[in-house]
Nanobody, 121 residues
């Protein structure tokens, strides 16, 4: 069985920073693209950022210059550094892997359980 486990969310004041982590566990052979998505109250799920296994990144326009996605392939972990936080980024942040090969099995569009990020004074 494979799991994506997010951590690092919490409450922070405007202007502050957080670092989210998402670690994939299990007998993993390969993970393709990984990414972060978020869902604010009453809104649809939206893309935040993605990163390929080779390190190419893609960001939503709203987070460019403030958020940075990175990954450690050896640790099967993806990170999201959130800087200069504003209240409007408050949401549940979900980790996603578009393809995971593990223990002879394949998973597609696999999601973590989410971690809450709250920005308020």
């Amino acid at each position: 069985q494979v799991q994506l486990v997010e951590s690092g969310g919490g409450w922070v004041q405007p202007g502050g920073s957080l670092r989210l982590s998402c670690a994939a566990s299990g007998s993993i052979v390969r993970i393709n693209d990984m990414g972060w998505y978020r869902q604010a109250p009453g809104k649809q799920l939206e893309l935040v950022a993605t990163i390929t296994s080779g390190g190419s990144t893609n960001y939503a326009d709203s987070v460019k210059g403030r958020f940075t996605i990175s990954r450690d392939n050896a640790e099967n972990t993806v990170y999201l550094q959130l800087n200069s936080l504003k209240p409007e980024v408050t949401a549940v942040y979900y980790c996603n892997a578009d393809y995971i090969r593990y223990s002879g099995l394949d998973e597609y569009h696999y999601w973590g359980q989410g971690t809450q990020v709250t920005v308020s004074s």
